[in-house]
Every structure is written in C-alpha cells, then in structure tokens.
C-alpha cells in the first residue's frame, strides 16, 4: 500500500477513539444486523429475489420510500426555516418553540399515529376541511406523508440549529463589507457552511421515514398494493411465521437505504471539503 | 474472534443486568398467561375469581400477569422465548404453530382439556349505526356498492379471519359451494373496506371513534363491549343468518411451567374456566359458555343462529383453511390482484 | 438596509410561515394530546397515573433511558472524535455504518435481537439452558433501546466539530497541553451544545421508542411495559383518556428536559 490507512496528524486519541467506535459499533449494531443476513441466507437466492421483486414487495418499497423522500423534502425546506428563525430573530414564545421542537421524537411513535390520526381523519379537526378539498387526509399517502413530516421535523431542525449558532458572524461582516448583498451573503457565505448539516438532517429524516411503523399504521390504512407499507408487509411475513421472507423484505429496504445514506455522507464530505479549500 | 470476544461481553452485560432488575425475585408464585387482544376484561374478572379460589383451595397466593397482542404475534413471543405457563389464543392455528416449531407442548395439545381446549366460543356478527341506515341484515347486503365494510387486516389479525372465513362459508353455502363465486364474493366484499386495521381493536376504533364505515364484522363479546360501554345506544347488533363458530383455544405450555415449577397451578387455572364459576364469568364477558346450565341461563343473551366450524369440510381445519386463504398468494392475496 | 439582516417584512413573513408550519405539524398534535388527557379533568389523570402498571412502566422506561443514553454519549464523543479530527480509509463507510440503525424499521430492530438471544435464536440454547432471560425481559428493552437511539449523540457532534476544524486543538497541543487536557478544555467546551442537543434528542426518543420494544418486550403488565407500551395497553383497552394522559407524561418529560436545557444556557450566558 502506497498510502497510509490514516494521514498523519498531531492530534492524538486515534486508535482510542476508532478503536472503541468500531467495537461498540460491533457489539450494538453489526452483529445484531448480522442476522438478517443469515437468516435470508436460508433461502435460495431465487426466492430472496422472487421476494423482493414480487408486485406487492414493490409496491410497498415504493410507497415506502416515496412518502419518506416527499416528506423528508418537505422537513428540509421548513426545517431549515424553523431553524432558522428560531436562531436569528427573536419573537414572543420564542423559547416555548424551541423546546417543544423535539415532541414528535419524545411522543411515542403509536401515540403520534392515534392523535393524528384523530386531526385528519375525515371527521377529524383538519381532516373535516381537506375532505371538503377533496382531499383524503388519513388512510392514504398524504396521511402517510403527514406522519412521516411529523415525525422528521426535529432531526432536521435539531442538525442545523447549531451550526446556524456556531455560524462566525464576521463571515457575514466580511461578506457584507465586500459589497454582498443579503441574499448574495446568504447563498453564497452562510448556504455552503450549513449545507452539510442540512443534508444530514434531510438523510435522518429520510432513514427514519423508511421504516417507521408505530406512527404510519394507524394513518395508512394499509391496504394492499396502495397504502401497504415495507413494515407491514415484514409483520405479515412474520404473522405467517415466514422469518426468512420478512428479513428478506428487510434485507432489501436496508440495502437501499444504506446506499442512499452512504451517498449523502459522500455528497457531505465533498462539500465540506470544498468548504476546507476554499 | 470479535464475536468470542463480545459474546462474553454481553454475557456479562446481561448477568449485572439481570441481577440489578427486581422484576424476577417475586415473593408468591406467579402464573403469565399469554393472551390475544379482546380477553382482557375476560382475565381481568377471571385472574381475581382463580386468586380467589386457589387461596380457598391450595391456600397459597398466585398472582396471573397478563400479556395481551395479536394472537400470531403472541404466539411468536411464546415460541421466541417468553415464558408463557398457559396460552390462551384466538385460533388453534397458532398454538400449533407453538407445537411444531418448540418443544414446549406436546403435538396433541388440543385433546387434553375438553371441547378441543375451548372453554368458551363466540362468533362474527355486525355491529351498525344507529337505526341500521344502510338496512344491513346478511352477509350479502355488505357486498352492495355503497356499503362501506370496516374490518382488520386477516393477514395480521387473527379475528379478521375468522371475519373472512365467515363470508366464505355464507358465499359458498349459497353458491353450491362453487368457490369461483366464493372468490367473486369475497373480492365484492374487501372492495367496499377503505381501512385494513392489522388488529380487531383497532377496527373498532376507526368504525366507532373516527366514525368511518356502515358495518364493522366484529366477535360477538367485542361488539357487546362496544354497544354496552363504549357508545351506549349509537350503535345495534345485526346477527346474520350464518356465522363461524369461533374456537379460541387454551393450552398449558408444559415446558415452560415445568421450569417454573408452576404446572399444578396452571393447571388448575385452565380446569377453572370449565366451572360454572369460570363459565359464568365467560358468559358476564359475552364468550358463549359450553357448560349447558350456564349457556341456559344466559341463552337470551345470544342470538341463535346457523353455525359453521373451522373443521367443517368448507375449511377442512386451521392448517388448510390458513395455507389456502391467508398464505402469501392465497385467495385474500389474490383477491387485492385482481382487485387493486 | 443592512446586509447581515434581512429587512423587516422578511422576517415577519418568515417567522410567520416557520410557526404556522410549526402550529398544524407539532402544536396541534400536541394540543390534541393535553386535550383528550383532561377530558375527564385533573382527578381521574392524576388517578391514571398513579395506578401501579403506570407506575410500573415509568420506572422501566427512566432505568431504560439511563443505561442507554451514557452509553451513547461515550460513543458519540469517541466516534466524532475519530471522525472529524482524522482522515482515515473507511470513514465514509463508518459514517454510513453509524446512520444504519435509524433507517432500519423499528420492526427490524426488535427482530434482530429476537433471532440473536429468542429461544430459536443464536444464543437461545445457551441462554435458556443458563436460565438467563434477554428478550422479553428488561436487558433486551435496554438493549432494543441503545439500538434505536445508537447514532443520535454521534449524530449530532459530527458537523458541530467540523464546522469548527482543528485548529484550537492544534493550537492547545503546541503550546504544551497533554490530549486529555486539550480534549476537556478546548474541545468539550467547544461541543457542550451539541452534546447538549444530543443527550436530549437521545433520551426523548429512549423514553418513546415503540416499535422495536414492543417487538421485544412481551407486553407483560407491570413488569416489561415502558410507558409508549402502557399508553397502547390503555388504548387498546379502549380507556382513551387514561392512554392520551400516560402520552402526556412523556411529553411534558420531553419539555421539563427542554426548560432545563435553556436555564442552564442561560446560567452559562450569565457567568461569562
């Protein structure tokens, strides 16, 4: 190897540090996830893929993944914002706000699904009101999307918050005093140092939307091939005491996602190197 | 050498863990009886009577914790290791499954206590709106566009099939058993349910808190508990012609109790729902009781009608009615094919 | 007009789209919430809450979230440290590795502990035959736990350290300070607030995990349910109002934790 394993550098605790990341990392998540693998790894390759390839398998993986990207989208943009206001300007119930960012992730997942559930069914609070819109509330991808918005919204909110506080006010001074304008300052001084943690906050929203259960089940109406998402389709694997398919169902939405979460991590590490040069 | 290594790492992790939880050292003997979703009045008024009646008896304490889910998911639990002395489940099915895939109890389980295990039964009836608006009598008054059908998910629930299996046998009853028209009736029938609860508690809710559907297919005692304390005089009971005689069954798990040394006891817990005591309780909790005094005694409790079991020849028993119905591309599975 | 600020009218627009956002996505469930939970007025909550299955599963989700929340604390520091301060092959794949936990289903993560110590799984065998019970009992809630909320705290340090670099650390160093004296003076202080932000995010979602501790908790009353548990045992019991008071619990957990997080900002603000 012409390389190094790791670049030199004068700060110490390396090996401490990595070392013990990798082993609690070990213990806590690889070798438990090892077992989704042996256990699909009882079936034949051929039946993993008619499992995962199946119309209804696909469906759901769609549905699935559809509603977590729309909604995670949706969290990016008004969570950026939230954050945004919360650190820069300053308004009554400002602190009230900024405390109760966190709720969606502190409510229990079941209980998030019953009480909106309860705002946009039909004869819900909203529900009532988007039905004379024409538009189905809960039991449909809206409501899927709505659980999923709900709850994402801190891990954008919470990623970016304190970035946009540690943010070096004479960056914005300088950028100013060389003649920027807001909006210049904006996209081109402040947008670049928070978009790395943007996108992680956009990536934790997206992850945990895939496979959320507690919350969508009560809101989805979980009807084949429409409102039928990935988790379900594993517990009726599992109701049929089918382990083998339903890690199999699992193996493939992990699959998917660890590719996606690997390519945001990418997308942020050349952005924050960009930064670093520039 | 990583696994070695941190195997005896958790090893360790769980011994301090498991000494520092208080949970295990209880002082009297306790029982867990592992039950599906709609018993818990049932065991609730049933743990406090057998308490009762063991200290009366054996003049020792017991104490019965109660776990309730869905029937399939309880009976994983057992199977992956929860200590289950007694399973009291919705279907036969699921105590098999517990039989074939453990050794925890015996293959012939279902032929120890009397009545194939089934202390109590019940049945699938409709529960309407007020007034009945829709005019719902029968089975094939709920295929009829319009009427908006709430039932859960078969795959996920283990009342949902009997819900199924009830329409099948009506549809196959009045079709000279042709089973293309069995499937033609069931597909009319899910195209009119807009939400597929996975549990039977949950479908009550969406019918009676979100106010959703005309019809809700529920077990009798649930339909009962929803008229008589949920929302006294909105809703009426419709009793169709014909309805599955629904066996939910009870079973020691021999293995589990043995380690426990509890085998007497549970025993005793399971012969106790087969007393007029027992039987009586069954019958406050609307389970029809098999005892013929009890059952008399509260037969104006439960509407008569034509009953078909699970052994019938229609289903020919849990093991084929579920691989034909409910496995993955069985008919409900076919049924969403052709009817997205 | 000033460059570092954004004109009047902005801002009020912004703030108002941020909180009607905020109003119908988080106000408004959690109105709903504190609304069913009074329905039947204050005695019949406090009544809810002191019932001993309530009780119960208070405990066990405090205990839970004090096992899980330190042991992720210690490896969030440890992995950001290793991150951001080193360049090393790898680092993406570890990064992905770290995120992998919150993309797999609730549902999954209770299931892979099932197939690791169930009486089917792995180690089934040799935990039944010791008589040492993990699933379905308190160590494989604790343990459900740690996997869900596993790279909140690591989560949270990554881009707060890296968007402050090295070079306070570096500086430290070449003045004489030792690594451990570098790392609690210059870089822990540096970090308090994500780690803050972290601890917080890391408990509130310890405390309300539901999906992969119901898949391993057994649902026994009084003995393995955490409170998101109790709150499903009481709705399915039909009890609504005791269900949606048990929910209130851990919200107002969720904003006692907050309040206390800016006092303490605010301590902080005051001493400098």
């Known amino acids: 190897m012409s390389k190094r394993f790791v670049e030199r550098s004068i700060l110490p605790g390396f090996s401490l540090s990595l070392g013990f990341t990798v082993f609690y990392l070990s213990l806590i998540v690889l070798i438990p996830l090892s077992m989704l693998f042996f256990k699909t790894a009882s079936m034949s390759w051929g039946g993993f893929w008619e499992v995962v390839t199946s119309a209804r398998t696909l469906a759901a993986y769609r549905l699935s993944f559809g509603t977590a990207l729309v909604s995670a989208g949706i969290n990016a943009v008004f969570g950026l914002l939230i954050a945004w206001v919360l650190v820069r300007y300053s308004f009554p119930g400002k602190k009230i706000v900024d405390a109760l960012v966190d709720f969606p992730l502190a409510l229990p997942t079941a209980v998030a699904g019953i009480a909106l559930t309860e705002l946009y069914a039909p004869n819900g609070w909203l529900g009532r009101y988007l039905a004379l819109a024409g538009i189905k509330g809960a039991f449909s991808p809206v409501g899927i999307t709505i659980a999923l918005t709900f709850i994402g919204l801190p891990f954008v909110v919470r990623t970016v918050e304190p970035v946009l506080e540690d943010l070096d006010p004479q960056l914005e001074e300088a950028a100013a005093s060389l003649g920027a304008n807001r909006w210049q300052t904006i996209r081109k001084v402040i947008f670049p140092v928070i978009f790395p943690a943007l996108l992680a906050g956009f990536t934790l929203a997206f992850a945990r939307g895939i496979g959320e259960y507690g919350s969508v089940i009560f809101i989805a109406g979980n009807m084949p091939m429409k409102t039928e998402i990935a988790p379900l389709l594993i517990m009726t694997k599992l109701e049929q005491y089918d382990y083998a398919g339903a890690t199999a169902i699992a193996v493939g939405m992990l699959l998917i996602s660890f590719f996606l979460l690997a390519s945001a991590n990418f997308l942020q590490w050349l952005s924050s190197r960009k930064l670093g040069k520039a | 050498m990583r696994s070695v290594r941190s195997y005896g790492f958790i090893t360790a992790l769980f011994a301090v863990l498991t000494l520092v939880t208080p949970v295990l050292a209880a002082p009297k003997v306790t029982l867990l009886n592992v039950s599906y979703d709609p018993t818990r009045e049932l065991y609730q008024a049933f743990n406090k009577a057998f308490a009762a009646h063991w200290l009366g008896t054996a003049g020792a304490e017991v104490e019965i914790n109660q776990s309730h889910g869905g029937s399939g998911k309880q009976g994983r639990a057992v199977i992956d290791g929860l200590q289950a002395d007694v399973v009291t489940l919705a279907l036969a099915y699921d105590i098999d499954a517990i039989a074939e895939k453990t050794d925890l109890l015996p293959r012939n389980w279902q032929s120890r206590l009397p009545s194939n295990s089934t202390p109590y039964t019940s049945t699938i009836v409709f529960l309407v709106r007020k007034g009945n608006p829709k005019g719902i009598k029968d089975w094939d008054d709920l295929v009829k566009p319009g009427v908006v059908v709430i039932t859960p998910n078969p795959k996920t629930s283990g009342g949902a099939r009997w819900n199924y299996l009830a329409a099948w046998a009506y549809a196959l009853k009045h079709n000279n058993n042709d089973e293309a028209k069995g499937r033609e009736f069931l597909a009319a029938l899910f195209k009119n349910v807009p939400v597929l609860d996975t549990g039977a508690r949950g479908s009550t809710t969406t019918f009676v808190e979100r106010g959703i559907g005309d019809v809700l297919l529920a077990w009798e005692n649930e339909a009962y508990l929803v008229v008589n304390q949920l929302g006294k005089g909105d809703y009426e009971i419709v009793t169709p012609s014909l309805s599955i005689l629904a066996e939910p069954p009870v079973s020691l798990v021999d293995r589990n109790a043995d380690r426990h040394g509890t085998r007497a006891v549970a025993e005793a817990y399971l012969k106790y729902l087969y007393t007029e005591e027992g039987q009586e309780i069954a019958a406050k909790n609307y389970y029809r009781p098999r005892l013929e005094a009890v059952a008399a005694k509260y037969a104006g409790q439960f509407a008569k009608l034509d009953l078909v079991t699970i052994d019938d020849p229609l289903f020919g028993g849990w093991q084929k009615a579920q691989k034909k119905h409910f496995a993955d591309k069985g008919v409900f599975d076919q049924i969403y094919q052709v009817n997205p | ?272």
């Open chain 3, 1 to 272: 007009m000033n460059a570092q600020t954004e004109p009047r009218f902005v801002r009020i627009a912004l703030i108002t789209i941020a909180l009607a956002f905020f109003g119908v996505f988080v106000l408004l469930p959690l109105f709903c919430v504190f609304f069913h939970a009074f329905s039947k007025g204050w005695v019949y909550y406090v009544q809810t809450l002191r019932h001993p299955d309530a009780l119960a599963a208070m405990r066990m989700t405090v205990t839970t979230a004090l096992v899980a929340v330190p042991l992720n604390l210690v490896f969030g520091v440890a992995a950001s440290w290793a991150i951001v301060k080193f360049d090393f092959k790898g680092k993406n794949l570890l990064l992905s590795l770290i995120d992998l936990p919150l993309s797999v289903s609730p549902v999954i993560s209770g299931l892979v502990f099932i197939l690791l110590f169930g009486a089917q799984g792995y180690f089934g065998p040799w935990l039944v035959a010791h008589n040492i019970q993990i699933v379905f009992a308190p160590p494989g809630i604790i343990l459900a736990t740690i996997f869900v909320t596993f790279p909140m705290v690591a989560r949270e340090l990554i881009p707060i350290m890296r968007s402050q670099g090295s070079e306070e650390e570096e500086a430290a160093l070449t003045l004489g300070a030792s690594g451990w004296e570098t790392f609690w003076r210059v870089t822990i202080p540096n970090i308090r607030w994500g780690i803050l932000y972290g601890i917080i995010l890391c408990n509130a979602r310890a405390m309300g995990e539901f999906g992969a501790v119901s898949v391993v908790s057994g649902h026994i009353r009084g003995l393995t349910n955490t409170l998101p548990l109790h709150v499903e045992i009481l709705y399915n019991e039909y009890q609504f109002t005791a269900a949606f008071a048990a929910a209130s619990v851990l919200a107002l957990l969720a904003i006692v934790t907050l309040i206390a997080k800016t006092t303490v900002e605010m301590a902080i603000k005051r001493g400098r």
